[in-house]
């Protein structure tokens, strides 16, 4: 399969402290990449260097065959959209509006005076289900809510490779497999490639074709789901002792106490 984001030794230092260790990575296209780990283990830092918000200290990133470094941002954005963990306050943004900023890459600011809203704003409304909230102020929805816009937002860029840093975060465990499974759905209807940081081990599993697991800045295990995620994982990598199950297909973790 052909690799269309890879990074390479990549190494990451924050105030005299290696956060990431030479990692290698390679994403294939049209795979969900699910990175899981403890807190403080690189998985945000490595998004953001794959997304070129961070230039490591060492080592580089390639987005399909050109060095990401001295790529121009709104060339980068034309290919990779980021959704954040969250957003800064919007003080009366509407839906629309914010979801219109995914086109800046590609209309550019002449492009954006014209109004913001297109064609391709209208069908990632369409199809994260907030079409109906459009001219609702950002800040009067609900968790779950803006986390469909933010997904609006990161779709409204176009770009073929959608990476997510905690896609779930502050939701309920439905409105958690409700964005999940809208990813998945959506990454099947337009064949893309998704990476995702997220903290649910059987939530990771259940959603990826790949699960790439850090530990202290380094690439523990690399592998499909089936043949990384067990017990051993549990505890080399999460400090947990645990029991990791199949049932229908689908992996379920039970964690016993703290290894």
Do not use: I
């Not at 283990?41 to 990133?61: I, Q, S, W, Y």
């Not at 929805?141 to 073929?160: F, H, I, N, T, W």
């Not at 998945?184 to 939530?203: F, I, K, M, P, S």
């Amino acid at each position: 399969m052909t690799t269309v984001l890879a990074a390479e030794g990549v190494t990451v230092r924050f105030d005299g402290r290696t956060v990431l260790d030479g990692v290698d990575l390679a994403v294939r296209e049209g795979e969900w990449l699910s990175l899981v780990g403890r807190n403080g283990c690189g998985k945000t830092t490595l998004l953001r260097v794959l997304a070129g918000l961070h230039r490591p200290d060492a080592g580089a990133v390639h987005l399909a065959d050109r060095p990401l470094a001295g790529t121009a941002r709104r060339e980068v954005a034309k290919r990779v959209a980021v959704l954040p963990q969250s957003l800064p306050p919007l003080g009366g943004v509407t839906v629309r509006a914010l979801v219109a900023q995914g086109r800046y890459a590609v209309r550019g600011p002449l492009g954006m005076l014209g109004g913001g809203s297109d064609a391709v704003v209208d069908a990632a409304l369409a199809a994260t289900g907030t079409r109906a909230w459009a001219d609702v102020p950002v800040e009067l929805l609900s968790g779950g809510e803006r986390q469909r816009v933010r997904l609006a937002l990161a779709l409204a860029q176009d770009a073929p490779v959608l990476l997510l840093d905690e896609p779930t975060t502050y939701l309920d465990v439905r409105h958690q497999l409700e964005v999940l499974d809208l990813v998945r759905e959506l990454q099947a209807e337009r064949g893309l490639t998704v990476v995702a940081v997220l903290h649910d081990l059987a939530q990771a599993a259940r959603c990826a074709d790949r699960v790439v697991a850090l530990r202290e800045g380094r690439v523990h295990a690399d592998g499909a789901p089936g043949d990384v995620v067990d017990a051993a994982l549990l505890t080399e990598v999460f400090g947990v002792r645990g029991v990791v199950s199949s049932h229908e297909g689908r992996l379920t973790c039970s964690y016993l106490d703290a290894g």
